[in-house]
């Protein structure tokens, strides 16, 4: 299994303004993702995250609203920019471990007024 | 193209009845079948995983799903729902080779009446 934290749990925000997420594993893994929950909807991939190069995004995100870091083979942060309230949802991140078995983080529950 | 379908939006089942989700996949690769719960306010949890082998894979809370490859189908089934089952189940696709996301149904939301 894998142990998976993120912070913050839940945070309300002013739109305009950016969030940074943290991702931490309790070990070492290849790829990190993040993923976005809107209210009521099923798990939308947002970005890979390679430790060393630049995130792969999918269509619809770009890096420019949602950076994305990944400084280590444990860490890794995703920041929703210049935020609406359009993005409001659960964020989370999740690993690969022993095959293809994958592993969530708890979550980011973001509300944006 | 990848895509897990999930048919039904809501289900509402009575306590002590059966149960079956329904999930069909469209996948190019070998695929590794997967159904996770969420909870209100929590994040997902694993119920069971399917890679190959046996068809009929056993997972926690007394769930089982059947891979039937000729109807690329991976219903979740569970003989006798109890009221803490109720909350949202999602089927989930990914590649047999690993380190690869998975891709979402959009999920069934169950509820259980007394």
């Known amino acids: 299994s894998a142990v998976i934290s993120q912070k913050p749990s839940r945070d309300i925000c002013q739109r305009g303004t950016s969030l940074t997420i943290q991702c931490q594993v309790d070990?070492?893994?290849?790829?990190m993702f993040w993923y976005r929950q809107q209210p009521g909807q099923s798990l939308t991939l947002i970005a890979t995250?390679?430790?060393?190069?630049?995130?792969?995004?999918e269509s619809g995100f770009v890096i420019d609203k949602f950076p994305i870091s990944r400084p280590n083979l444990t860490f890794s942060t995703l920041t929703v920019s210049n935020m609406s309230p359009e993005d409001s949802s659960i964020y989370l991140c999740?690993?690969?471990?022993?095959?293809?078995?994958?592993?969530f983080g708890p979550g980011t529950r973001l509300t944006v007024l | 193209a990848q895509s897990v379908t999930q048919p039904d939006i809501h289900i509402t089942v009575s306590e002590g009845a059966s149960l079956e989700l329904r999930c069909n996949y469209s996948?190019?690769?070998?695929?590794?079948l997967f159904w996770y719960v969420q909870s209100p306010g929590q994040g997902l949890q694993l119920l069971l995983k399917?890679?190959?082998?046996?068809?009929l894979v056993q997972g926690i809370k007394g769930f089982e799903a059947e891979f039937k490859r000729s109807q690329s189908s991976f219903n979740l089934r569970k003989p006798s729902v109890h009221w803490s089952d109720a909350a949202e189940y999602f089927c989930?696709?990914?590649?047999?080779?690993?380190?690869?996301?998975?891709?979402f149904g959009k999920g069934t939301r169950l509820s259980v009446i007394a």
């Open positions: 999740s690993v690969v471990r022993g095959g293809n078995e994958q592993f």
């Open positions: 070990s070492q893994v290849t790829m």
């Open positions: 995250a390679n430790q060393g190069s630049e995130a792969t995004y």
């Open positions: 996948y190019g690769a070998t695929p590794y």
């Open positions: 399917y890679f190959s082998g046996d068809t």
């Open positions: 989930a696709v990914g590649a047999y080779s690993g380190n690869t996301p998975l891709v």
